[in-house]
């Protein structure tokens, strides 16, 4: 388990919002992750496309079974996911990528990334699909679609010893700035349309 | 919540090894969620594929927290996943499908599905996705890939009061029987690649 998931700074009731995508009352403004559902939400109403959040890996260890209807997990852990969160197919296209927001201005950390996310984006490219992540600059309010081509390489040079970071300038240059709108609130499909479908 | 989920017949053991994925010893033999899971991860190994499972959709309400690296789901319920069960990518292709196994022998009753998965498949379709369905007449030993497209049909007619289950006689004729052998146990990407790929 990577302790990533569990951040101190978290109490319990932001985490389980987080979890189970309800907005906490302790939160300003929604978080990216919410962002994206909502958006997907909208896709899959106006059958834009079919693209869904996986559920969050749990190892279920006791289940208490009170009656048919209302088996209560009583003892579970979480799992480390074994892809990216999210995945589904948009006008004939496998669309597949992690979305993550970071508080920093100058350059986002690669230790969002957890390895075999890397390698599963890897994987996805050599299928042919679309592998991507949304990244989101929270202070200035920006998200980037970068394409699993380019995040790539800045990752395995962060292995081999070099940052461990990609320069905010790099991101805004190599990445595409997603409009933010009411609805849906993120619309990441426009610039999938024009990066991958049209060209 | 569907009941369908719990069936009486099961105990706790067999209900924790269908969601943690691990054989239970009162298992006889391997279920299709096995061979599938297993089939899947050769096809990851190797690079010819990347399908995967989704998790089961699980709503968490309590978390302890001992340690950092620790958290402790201690109360939590099962949710009905709103997809199927497993999807990917597959030489540029997006692959979605359910897997179900029945005892009957002579038919396949539709209630195995549920009416947002029949409603997921129909949008994958439309997004010209790949979509089927994977079922096992385990009394038979046979499982067939059958195709979204003749799967809606007897769904819709079953929800107009027509019979509830699709012949096994209609599934031998209009799906494609999936070899089984040890290196992936179930080769079901055989028949995508002979039935959507090759075409």
Redesign the interface.
């Known amino acids: ?1 990577n ?1 990533s ?2 951040p ?1 700074r978290m109490n ?1 009731r932001d ?2 919002a987080m ?2 995508n309800t907005a906490s009352p302790g939160n300003r403004g929604m978080s990216l992750e919410d962002d994206v559902n909502e958006s997907n939400a909208f896709y ?1 109403a106006r ?1 834009i ?2 693209i ?1 959040k ?8 006791k ?1 208490d ?1 009170p009656a ?12 480390q ?3 990216t969160d999210y ?8 669309i ?1 990528f992690e979305a993550k927001e970071t508080k920093n201005k100058t350059s986002f950390p690669l230790a969002n990334f957890h390895p075999h996310q890397i390698e ?1 984006i890897k ?2 490219l ?4 679309i592998a991507f992540a949304l990244i989101r600059f929270t202070s200035l309010n920006e998200t980037y679609l970068l394409d699993g081509e380019y995040l790539i390489p800045y990752w395995e040079k962060s292995k081999q010893g070099e940052r461990k970071s990609i320069p905010y300038g790099d991101i805004k240059k190599l990445g595409h700035l997603i409009p933010e709108g009411y609805q849906p609130r993120l619309d990441y499909l426009k610039i999938v349309k024009d990066v991958y479908i049209k060209l």
């Open positions: 388990m302790s998931h569990f101190n319990a985490y389980l979890f189970n899959v059958e496309a079919s869904h996986k559920p969050t890996p749990v190892q279920i260890v289940v079974y048919r209807s209302a088996a209560v997990i009583k003892e579970a852990y979480f799992r996911p074994s892809t995945n589904g197919v948009f006008a004939g296209k496998y597949d599963h994987l996805v050599k299928q042919k699909g």
